[in-house]
C-alpha cells in the first residue's frame, strides 16, 4: 500500500489530470518532512479536510540540502516519503528537486494548496497559485513549537 501511494511527478500530472475529470478536489502541500512530528499530523490532516485527494511533495535530498544546510536532511527521501505515504490522510506523495513547489503546482494544478501559516498569504508558492486560480489555505502552526530545526536545535544543545 505504501508504495502504491508513492508516485513520481510525471505519474502524477496525469493521476491529477484523471481526478480533475471525475470532478475531485485536488489538495497539495510540501516540505521535507525531516523529522516527523505531531505538528506534520496536524498539518497533514487539516490539508486533507481542503478537498478530496491530498498529493505531498516531499523535498529531495539535494534540495533540503539547499534550501536548509548542508547537513539536512537527517532521514533520507524515500524514508520520508515513505513516512508520509503511510498516513491516511495521504493519498499520493513524490519526491522534487526544486527548492520551491512553483514548477510542479503549474503541472498539478490543484484546487487548493495548504501552507504553514507562518509563511502567510505572501509565500512564495502566490504567483503560481494565482497563474493558476488555486486558493492558498494557511493552516495555523501550533503551540506546541514544534519543528524539525527546533527538535534538532535542542538535540544539540543537550549534547
Not at 36 to 47: D, P, Q
Not at 61 to 86: F, H, Q, W
Not at 108 to 130: F, M, Q, T, W
Request: glycine share 6%; net charge positive.
Amino acid at each position: 500500500m505504501i508504495n502504491e501511494k508513492i508516485k513520481t511527478e510525471a505519474e502524477l500530472v496525469k493521476i491529477a489530470n484523471r481526478l480533475r475529470k471525475q470532478n475531485k478536489s485536488i489538495v497539495t502541500t510540501n516540505g521535507s518532512f525531516d523529522i516527523f512530528h505531531f505538528g506534520h499530523v496536524k498539518l497533514l490532516e487539516e490539508c486533507k479536510r481542503q478537498g478530496d485527494v491530498l498529493i505531498v511533495g516531499v523535498n529531495s535530498d539535494k534540495s533540503v540540502r539547499e534550501y536548509k544546510s548542508p547537513d539536512r536532511p537527517i532521514n533520507p527521501e524515500t524514508a520520508r516519503a515513505g513516512v508520509l505515504a503511510a498516513l491516511a490522510a495521504v493519498d499520493y506523495v513524490f519526491i522534487f528537486d526544486d527548492t520551491t513547489p512553483n514548477r510542479w503546482l503549474e503541472l498539478i494544478k490543484p484546487k487548493v494548496h495548504c501552507n504553514s501559516s507562518e509563511y502567510g498569504e505572501n509565500c512564495v508558492e502566490r504567483p503560481a497559485l494565482d497563474r493558476i486560480g488555486a486558493r492558498l489555505h494557511l493552516v495555523k502552526r501550533g503551540d506546541d513549537g514544534l519543528s524539525t530545526t527546533d527538535i534538532i536545535n535542542k538535540a544539540r544543545k543537550l549534547k
